[in-house]
């Protein structure tokens, strides 16, 4: 009996993910879905009362229109999105061979912009790149999260989890303080989650309007008075994908709905 | 107006990396006032209380007049009965000598932190009068 024991604790311990101290083991892990009161998941969970919808519709017109100088649409390369993007959002940031580095939603969609339709990138956070990712992380809806399971990512999902464990800023707090130490206590009243990253772009109430994971980010690195890393930066993307990463297996909400 | 204008420069000024009051701790505490006289405590209460100073992120206390109370650190209600004067100073100025791996910031502090914003680069969290109002105001807090 106590033989079997060391022999069944001996193989958790070689097989099991390398969770550190203070990470949230995969069957603990909840969205913060399941922190929202009634009405902001009644809203979510309506498609015809979800504001990020909205976006959706915009970005499937996006997705059929021909532009740039190639005259081409994201369809005539990708086909029917149902099919050719289901799941694709839940492995994002994703290693690009050519970059040699992991590339997030946003990025690959501007890429194809400017590799393959021959037009101009859009702006972070501009109504039509919020569109088309969250029409794109749309077609994932339910699908659980792989991201981070790529070898060649791994000195990038160590680079997110080094960052979400330093302190920073005046207030000298880290993310993990936050979002592993400290979810379900309040700050200054309002609920702290566990910082999962499943529903962008999501609607926010407080932003009344749709808003990508980097700038969720860069307002909890401003809330601890640190220098916000700018848009698009190697840090952020590295940070969204150890994000992805923590959260494996957590369903894809996109669009989500969040107070 | 000109009123508004000189608050507003007073305001601007400490842009400049601040220089600390220099302080001497006695066993757990700082016996001494940063300032060299006693804080006021009303100043204290709105200051624990004001959104820009941080407390009520992690913490509660008596104070029926706001929602907005944080659960992350104890109930400040009895502080002035469980800590001295000098340990409370200490305590605000830098917690992280009673405890190292505390979340609570060091408010008397303007080095060895990490990104610090632009805005706050430099700077120490409160000033040194602040922490005195503070420190006066807690040590009201009695049960």
Excluded at chain 1, 8 to 25: D, F, N, R, S, V
Excluded at chain 1, 188 to 204: D, E, M, N, S, V
Excluded at chain 1, 230 to 259: F, H, I, K, N, Q
Excluded at chain 2, 57 to 63: D, Q, R, T, V, Y
Aim: include cysteine; charged fraction near 20%; aromatic fraction near 6%.
């Amino acid at each position: 009996m106590i033989a079997w024991r060391a022999i069944a604790a001996a193989i958790l311990l070689a097989t099991g993910p390398a969770l550190l101290a203070g990470e949230i083991p995969s069957d603990a892990r909840r969205s913060g879905y399941a922190f929202m009161g009634p009405d902001t998941r009644a809203m979510q969970d309506d498609d015809t009362a979800n504001p990020g919808m909205l976006f959706v519709l915009h970005g499937e017109q996006l997705w059929k229109k021909k532009i740039g100088s190639a005259d081409r649409a994201c369809a005539d390369c990708h086909g029917d999105a149902r099919g050719s993007m289901k799941g694709v959002a839940a492995r994002y940031p994703a290693f690009d061979k050519a970059l040699a580095r992991p590339v997030t939603l946003d990025q690959r969609i501007n890429l194809c912009r400017t590799n393959h339709q021959q037009a101009t990138p859009l702006p972070y956070e501009s109504r039509d790149l919020l569109a088309l990712s969250a029409f794109v992380g749309h077609q994932s809806r339910s699908v659980p999260i792989t991201a981070g399971d790529d070898p060649q990512l791994g000195p990038f999902v160590e680079q997110g989890r080094e960052l979400f464990m330093e302190r920073e800023g005046q207030l000298n707090l880290a993310c993990t303080n936050c979002h592993d130490d400290n979810f379900d206590k309040r700050l200054a009243g309002a609920p702290i989650t566990q910082g999962q990253p499943t529903g962008y772009p999501l609607y926010r109430l407080e932003w009344q309007t749709l808003g990508s994971l980097e700038r969720r980010l860069r307002s909890c690195m401003s809330g601890v008075r640190a220098q916000a890393y700018d848009y698009g930066s190697p840090e952020l993307v590295a940070l969204e994908l150890y994000l992805m990463s923590r959260a494996r297996g957590l369903p894809m909400e996109t669009p989500a709905v969040r107070p | 107006m000109a009123a508004l204008i000189v608050a507003s420069l007073a305001f601007a000024l400490p842009t400049q990396a601040d220089e600390l009051v220099p302080y001497t701790i006695v066993g757990d505490g700082i016996p001494v006032s940063l300032t060299g006289s006693p804080g006021d405590a009303t100043r204290g209460h709105a200051l624990v209380l004001a959104r820009t100073t941080t407390c009520m992120l992690c913490h509660s206390g008596p104070f029926p007049e706001t929602r907005f109370q944080g659960d992350l650190a104890p109930d400040l209600a009895g502080a002035g009965n469980r800590w001295s004067v000098s340990q409370l100073r200490l305590r605000l100025v830098d917690a992280s000598r009673f405890n190292p791996e505390t979340i609570m910031p060091s408010y008397y502090r303007n080095d060895g932190l990490v990104r610090v914003g632009r805005n706050f680069a430099g700077k120490p969290i409160l000033s040194a009068a602040e922490i005195e109002d503070i420190v006066a105001f807690l040590a009201t807090l009695r049960d």
